[in-house]
Protein backbone atom coordinates (compact mmCIF):
# COMPACT_ATOMS: atom_id res chain seq x y z
CA UNK A 1 0.00 0.00 0.00
CA UNK A 2 1.64 3.39 -0.74
CA UNK A 3 2.65 5.14 2.40
CA UNK A 4 4.25 9.42 2.37
CA UNK A 5 6.14 10.47 5.33
CA UNK A 6 7.25 14.45 4.81
CA UNK A 7 10.24 15.37 6.77
CA UNK A 8 12.80 18.20 7.08
CA UNK A 9 10.64 20.76 8.71
CA UNK A 10 11.60 22.75 11.47
CA UNK A 11 12.77 26.65 12.51
CA UNK A 12 14.89 28.65 10.81
CA UNK A 13 15.55 32.55 10.89
CA UNK A 14 14.56 34.72 7.91
CA UNK A 15 16.72 34.31 5.20
CA UNK A 16 18.12 30.80 5.87
CA UNK A 17 17.57 27.51 4.76
CA UNK A 18 15.82 23.99 4.50
CA UNK A 19 15.48 21.17 3.32
CA UNK A 20 12.14 18.91 3.31
CA UNK A 21 11.85 15.16 2.57
CA UNK A 22 8.91 13.67 0.87
CA UNK A 23 9.68 9.40 1.11
CA UNK A 24 7.32 7.14 -0.74
CA UNK A 25 6.89 3.44 -0.19
CA UNK A 26 4.64 0.89 -1.97
CA UNK A 27 4.94 2.95 -5.33
CA UNK A 28 8.34 3.69 -7.71
CA UNK A 29 7.74 7.43 -6.96
CA UNK A 30 9.86 8.20 -10.07
CA UNK A 31 6.98 7.59 -12.32
CA UNK A 32 4.76 9.83 -11.20
CA UNK A 33 4.07 12.90 -10.93
CA UNK A 34 4.78 14.74 -7.53
CA UNK A 35 3.57 18.25 -5.80
CA UNK A 36 4.27 20.27 -2.58
CA UNK A 37 1.91 22.29 -1.52
CA UNK A 38 1.76 24.30 1.60
CA UNK A 39 -1.37 25.40 4.08
CA UNK A 40 -0.87 28.22 6.96
CA UNK A 41 -3.41 28.49 9.73
CA UNK A 42 -6.73 29.83 8.17
CA UNK A 43 -5.33 29.97 4.45
CA UNK A 44 -6.13 27.97 1.77
CA UNK A 45 -3.61 24.97 0.37
CA UNK A 46 -1.37 26.47 -2.32
CA UNK A 47 0.56 24.45 -4.87
CA UNK A 48 4.44 25.71 -4.47
CA UNK A 49 6.58 22.81 -6.75
CA UNK A 50 5.69 20.04 -8.74
CA UNK A 51 8.11 18.06 -10.59
CA UNK A 52 7.05 15.53 -13.78
CA UNK A 53 7.65 11.65 -14.57
CA UNK A 54 8.47 13.36 -18.45
CA UNK A 55 12.22 14.40 -18.27
CA UNK A 56 11.60 16.03 -14.75
CA UNK A 57 10.13 19.23 -15.65
CA UNK A 58 9.48 21.33 -13.35
CA UNK A 59 7.34 23.67 -12.13
CA UNK A 60 6.92 26.57 -9.54
CA UNK A 61 4.50 29.64 -7.89
CA UNK A 62 5.62 32.61 -8.64
CA UNK A 63 6.35 33.33 -4.37
CA UNK A 64 8.94 30.48 -4.63
CA UNK A 65 10.33 31.09 -8.12
CA UNK A 66 14.00 31.34 -7.65
CA UNK A 67 14.44 30.26 -4.07
CA UNK A 68 13.07 26.69 -3.97
CA UNK A 69 14.21 23.69 -5.91
CA UNK A 70 12.09 20.83 -6.16
CA UNK A 71 13.95 17.40 -6.96
CA UNK A 72 14.38 13.45 -6.72
CA UNK A 73 16.56 11.24 -5.30
CA UNK A 74 15.37 7.92 -6.68
CA UNK A 75 17.64 5.62 -5.09
CA UNK A 76 15.49 6.61 -1.80
CA UNK A 77 12.25 7.07 -3.99
CA UNK A 78 12.46 10.45 -2.63
CA UNK A 79 11.41 13.70 -3.79
CA UNK A 80 12.75 16.71 -2.35
CA UNK A 81 12.36 20.53 -1.82
CA UNK A 82 15.26 22.59 -0.99
CA UNK A 83 13.91 26.29 0.51
CA UNK A 84 15.85 29.22 0.23
CA UNK A 85 16.21 32.77 1.77
CA UNK A 86 13.20 32.15 3.71
CA UNK A 87 10.72 34.85 4.45
CA UNK A 88 7.76 35.30 6.77
CA UNK A 89 5.44 34.40 4.18
CA UNK A 90 6.66 30.62 3.90
CA UNK A 91 5.79 29.50 7.56
CA UNK A 92 2.87 26.35 6.90
CA UNK A 93 2.56 22.70 6.92
CA UNK A 94 3.91 21.47 3.62
CA UNK A 95 2.57 18.05 2.14
CA UNK A 96 3.46 16.37 -0.88
CA UNK A 97 -0.18 14.71 -2.28
CA UNK A 98 0.35 12.05 -4.70
CA UNK A 99 -2.87 11.12 -6.98
CA UNK A 100 -2.39 7.59 -8.33
CA UNK A 101 -5.28 7.49 -10.82
CA UNK A 102 -8.55 8.62 -9.30
CA UNK A 103 -7.56 8.50 -5.54
CA UNK A 104 -5.16 11.00 -3.58
CA UNK A 105 -2.37 9.91 -0.98
CA UNK A 106 -1.81 12.10 1.72
CA UNK A 107 1.40 11.95 4.65
CA UNK A 108 0.86 13.88 7.77
CA UNK A 109 2.67 17.11 6.09
CA UNK A 110 6.05 18.93 7.77
CA UNK A 111 5.61 22.32 9.69
CA UNK A 112 7.87 25.10 8.43
CA UNK A 113 8.80 28.03 10.64
CA UNK A 114 10.21 31.49 10.14
CA UNK A 115 11.52 33.52 12.98
CA UNK A 116 12.60 37.57 11.99
Known amino acids: QVQLVESGGGWVQAGGSLRLSCAAS????????VDWYRQAPGKQRDLVARITSVFGATNYADSVKGRFTISRDNAKNTVLLHMANLNPADPAVYYC?????????WGQGTQVTVSS
Open 97 to 105: PLRVDSYAY
Open 26 to 33: GIIFRLYT
